[in-house]
């Protein structure tokens, strides 16, 4: 490896050098390529040999990949100067002719006349008359017999025989010229006729190839034929304008009135097929020249540029406007098909397409985002929340069709609708990988979908933050009163946001990807995936949070604004005479009643996402238990006020969080922080009795108490339980209260 690094430290590694040192050795007039690489490479093996291959194919893939971009970055200026300069190179090819026709002249006079001084005029009007008087010679009569025929020939416009005559009389003039045997007057008349000749077959070809009734081959002769008459210039020229010409009378036959697909198709196969034989015509009779091949891509945009106008003008404008993404898409993805065949002709025109399709589908795509959440809101005006299966599918409803999801899972009808558009949205963008639009599609998703949970949000009968008021300038929505259609509201964002978004999303997150990259994205989540799910999530959240903020309210406060926890109620028991009967208090026993219930209709409403129920129902409990943990007027009472927490009251409150913790954790929705925020609010309750000099620990029972006691509360709570025997003082409850009684006694 020690000579390939060496000689590619010398081209790259070597990044102390400058590059103008590296590249001095390759600037000498003395440089020998083969020379270099035998005395550099002598020494390589062949595995490094391959490696440095490699490594000059991607410098040199660098190489025109930058020349690309270069060029593209100054197109425009390329194109002028291109233009310039094929103008010129025709201009001196004309000059290059008409030199040496006058140079042939020339030599013809100074090898055949001798001037001689002529001492009056008189003498120079006896030679003249003498010349008038000779006899015409063979020459003169070949010349004349000539003139005629060329006459003849391109009178009846026989190009080929006038091709071959004009070459006739270049080798005639030429071998008159070096053997003197022509008269320079014969001569001069030989070389004007030729020029003349050349010019006025080179203009009755160049308008022959106007007349629409000329073919393709007889289009080519005629090209061929005007660049041997060293017209090269005008003969490409020519031969564009014919291609333009013909477009042109052909395009008039399409009907743009017709249905859009059709004339998009029809029109976009007939401009650039015709770019496409004016490329093949161009290279098969003027090769790869540059300046040609500059007239032939200025020539090919233009044209691609009226193309995208005219396709702007009468199928793409209106539907942008209006918000029919399916139309523009199609449109713009039909156009590009039929652009990318000229790619391998050299000639990449579809920058040209996106700069003027691009922004009609950007206005495409925001206009169809409005409109999906203008139509999910007037459906969820109407909407029962209730789920049922999709009704006849549309295009595409999130799912394949063998899919056991997508075609069972149930949503309400503003949802179904909602999912119906999103998924037609993702299969139109998704279809048209190139014009990059897929960071601007997922906003405009996220978005709708935050629009659609911010109108679920407000389907909330009590919800704080919104009110289905008209005149207040927010959407009317349908109320979810029942339990039943709030939980529906969540199953609807949850489907959405866990399977059926993502799913149709995947058409454009991933659209760069294919082979082995789109093999692992199925094995594992883009990036764009799992950063577009962690975003609907937290919309999600947001509808979870709203829901247990309003049924948290529903337990705590009363229907007047009172409060249903207060610390009155653990502060009056040891005020009372009365014996208490050990039952948790009357919040937490309808908390644990509604959990019961909202889990008994989760199980119904989330299936396949029981663990969703299950956070859902953990977060309500938090709402309840980090409310009262928090309320500062609560414990201040408890702690500091005029009464103090006795013995009683705190059996009461001990028997309360012992309760919670039982049912959320045979629930199985009790949380970590739940489980220590309970455990907190006992120590603290805990620590005000001993702040009046009780010991809670000899005041209290047992913890098998309250675990009995807070276990009969359950079956008490969900189903009449039967207590015959229990008369006796043998159950738990009864043992547990006479055994606390006995040892307050005391």
């Avoid at 040999?49 to 200026?77: D, G, P, Q, T």
């Avoid at 203009?203 to 080519?220: H, K, M, V, Y």
């Avoid at 409005?370 to 007037?378: F, M, V, W």
């Avoid at 007027?633 to 039982?662: C, H, K, T």
């Amino acid at each position: 490896m020690s000579s390939f690094s060496s000689l590619g430290g010398s081209l790259d590694f070597d990044r102390d050098v400058p590059l103008s040192d590296r590249l001095k050795v390759f600037k000498s007039t003395n440089y020998d390529p083969e020379s270099y690489v035998t005395t550099h490479c002598s020494n390589l093996s062949e595995k490094e040999i391959r490696h440095l291959c490699m490594h000059l194919v991607s410098l040199k893939k660098a190489s025109a990949e930058e020349m690309r971009k270069s060029v593209y970055a100054n197109y425009a200026s390329f194109i002028r100067t291109s233009r310039e300069i094929s103008d010129l190179e025709g201009e001196l090819v004309s000059l290059k002719n008409l030199l040496s026709s006058r140079a042939n002249i020339i030599h013809s006079i100074a090898d055949g006349v001798r001037v001689e001084s002529l001492n009056d005029r008189t003498d120079y009007g006896e030679d003249a008359v003498h010349f008038e008087d000779r006899e015409p010679t063979k020459t003169d009569k070949w010349l004349s017999q000539y003139l005629e025929d060329l006459e003849v020939l391109l009178a009846e416009r026989r190009v080929e025989e006038a091709l071959a005559a004009l070459d006739e009389g270049e080798n005639v003039a030429e071998e008159a010229r070096e053997s003197g045997s022509m008269t320079p007057s014969a001569f001069l008349s030989l070389g004007n006729s030729i020029m003349e000749n050349r010019q006025k077959l080179a203009d009755q070809l160049a308008e022959s190839t106007c007349q629409p009734s000329i073919n393709g081959f007889e289009l080519r002769s005629s090209v061929q034929a005007m660049k041997q008459l060293g017209d090269g210039p005008r003969a490409h020229t020519v031969l564009l304008k014919c291609h333009e010409q013909k477009l042109h009378r052909n395009m008039q036959s399409l009907n743009p009135s017709s249905h859009g697909t059709a004339y998009i198709t029809a029109l976009s196969r007939l401009v650039f097929s015709t770019i496409a034989q004016a490329a093949n015509d161009s290279l098969a009779i003027f090769s790869d020249e540059p300046a040609f091949t500059s007239e032939l891509v200025t020539w090919a945009v233009n044209q691609t540029h009226a193309f995208a106008q005219l396709v702007k003008k009468n199928v793409v404008a209106a539907p942008a406007a209006s918000g029919c993404l399916r139309i523009v898409a199609e449109s713009v993805h039909i156009s590009l098909e039929h652009c990318l065949l000229l790619e391998d002709r050299g000639l990449a025109l579809c920058p040209t397409l996106l700069k003027i399709f691009k922004p009609y589908l950007e206005q495409a795509l925001t206009a169809n985002l409005k409109r999906i959440e203008l139509c999910t809101a007037a459906i969820a005006a109407s909407d029962n929340w209730s789920l049922t299966y999709p009704p006849v599918a549309g295009r595409s409803w999130g799912g394949s069709a063998g899919s056991s999801v997508g075609f069972q899972q149930k949503l309400s009808s503003s949802a179904h609708r909602f999912n119906t558009m999103i998924q037609e949205l993702c299969e139109d963008i998704g279809s048209l990988e190139i014009l990059q639009l897929s960071e601007q599609a997922l906003e405009g998703v996220l978005h709708s979908f935050n629009s659609f949970v911010n109108l679920m949000i407000n389907a909330f009968p009590s919800s704080a933050e919104t009110e289905n008021l008209e005149g207040t300038g927010r959407r009317i929505v349908n109320l979810a009163e029942t339990e039943t259609q709030q939980l529906s509201l969540l199953a609807n964002a949850v489907l959405l946001a866990d399977e059926l978004l993502p799913r149709g999303t995947i058409k454009f997150c991933s659209n760069t990807r294919s082979g082995d990259q789109s093999r692992r994205a199925s094995e594992k989540r883009p990036p764009e995936q799992r950063e577009l799910k962690r975003r609907l999530q937290r919309f999600v959240d947001q509808l979870r949070d709203s829901f247990c903020r309003q049924h948290a309210l529903e337990l705590i406060f009363t229907d007047d604004g009172g409060v249903r926890l207060s610390a009155d109620i653990y502060l009056s028991m040891d005020e009372s005479t009365a014996q208490p009967e050990w039952f948790p208090s009357p919040i937490y026993q309808e908390l644990f009643v509604k959990l019961t219930r909202l889990a008994s209709i989760a199980s119904d409403v989330f299936v396949g996402r029981e663990r969703f129920g299950t956070v859902l129902l953990m977060r309500l409990t938090e709402t309840v238990i980090l409310w009262f943990s928090e309320d500062q007027n609560f414990w201040e009472e408890l702690e500091a006020g005029q009464r103090s927490l006795g013995p009683l009251g705190l059996q009461q409150f001990y028997l309360d969080m012992e309760f919670v913790i039982l049912f959320s954790s045979q629930g199985r929705y009790l949380s970590r922080n739940l489980h220590q925020v309970m455990k907190n609010v006992i120590s603290r309750a805990i620590e005000a009795v001993q702040a009046n000099g009780i010991d809670p620990f000899s005041v209290l029972p047992e913890d098998e108490w309250f675990a009995d006691v807070a276990q009969i509360a359950i079956k008490m709570l969900t189903g009449p339980p039967s207590f015959e025997g229990d008369r006796d003082g043998s159950s738990p409850t009864a043992k547990s209260v006479s055994s606390v009684h006995s040892h307050g006694s005391t």
